[in-house]
């Protein structure tokens, strides 16, 4: 089902270790490898002497210290955040603490759309509910640093506040967990909605940078190709939930075991989820039915 996306999971940055990847571009991986994390969560330091930090990454000692290390005798004058998963932004006061430095990001946390009951745990599990930006930036604003440019660029759907940067001058975009090589990004309502992120890909498949640094594992490269891959890739998805809907209503769960073969099981839940991110869009699209508002519980059936 995924052969149609040119993964690719080379990535062996160990943690802790600072790497330069691009000119003015440094890395450091967090230890917290994961199946929704990969090797870890990777920050970025941006320019010399004055830099901004993208993504502080999660709550831990270890990662903050070899941050902190990494910048030492510079000033840290700016933190982007990608969006409030607790792998990206629960760094951000120890950081700030430690710099000064102005936080940026979309907003707060929030969900794409209003919760249905019982949905309040989930939410509570994965996301950072206390992150707060010194500054909110909208799309397309531009933050001009000591030597880089930073264009912020809204790519909800992954979360409804998820930014992308692009640094101009390096002509590359840091993708958060939009757009990442090892894996298709994880849309789960009611935190992620297939709207807006199908709409945040053809934005990005429009753009010029031909490589993007992920939140997670290494470079995308060609990336207005790869990003095409993913596109088509959840309209197969999609395809497949019409495919076997026009043999009779299921469920998800049933759903799920028709479309995604040979899945980690750890990764059943979070399936589950996109195929409900899917159902949300096709439902809202009138192209198929459910009782009430679509829901995890829900059974669905072509409509008409
Ligand atoms: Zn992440």
Do not use: C
């Amino acid at each position: 089902m995924s052969d149609d996306i040119p993964f690719d999971r080379a990535f062996d940055l160990a943690p802790d270790r600072v790497e330069e990847i691009a000119p003015g571009v440094r890395r450091i991986l967090a230890d917290n490898p994961g199946p929704f994390t990969f090797k870890g969560t990777v920050s970025y330091i941006v320019g010399s002497g004055k830099v901004a930090i993208i993504d502080p990454g999660p709550d831990d000692d270890r990662h903050i210290a070899a941050l902190l290390d990494a910048v030492r005798g510079e000033t840290v004058t700016h933190i982007f955040v990608t969006h409030t998963h607790r792998d990206h932004s629960p760094g951000v006061p120890a950081i700030k603490a430690a710099t000064g430095a102005l936080v940026l990001a979309e907003g707060p946390h929030r969900p794409a759309r209003s919760l249905h009951i019982g949905e309040t745990a989930r939410l509570e599990a994965s996301n950072d509910l206390d992150f707060r930006p010194d500054r909110k930036l909208a799309d397309g604003e531009v933050i001009v640093g000591a030597g880089w440019t930073i264009e912020a660029v809204a790519t909800p759907g992954h979360t409804a506040n998820h930014m992308a940067y692009a640094l101009r001058e390096a002509r590359l975009l840091f993708s958060g967990d939009h757009v990442m090589a090892w894996s298709t990004s994880i849309v789960a309502p009611p935190d992620g909605a297939m709207s807006d992120y199908m709409a945040s890909l053809e934005k990005l498949a429009r753009r010029s940078e031909e490589t993007y640094f992920p939140g997670h594992g290494g470079a995308v490269r060609d990336a207005p190709g790869f990003v095409r891959s993913y596109i088509r890739h959840r309209q197969g998805r999609e395809s497949s939930i019409l495919h076997r809907l026009s043999k009779g209503a299921a469920d998800i769960p049933t759903l799920v075991r028709a479309i995604y073969i040979g899945l980690d099981p750890r990764l059943a839940g979070a399936a589950g989820l996109s195929v409900l991110a899917h159902l949300e869009d096709l439902v809202a699209r009138g192209i198929i039915a459910t009782e009430g508002a679509p829901s995890i519980a829900g059974t669905y059936r072509l409509a008409g």
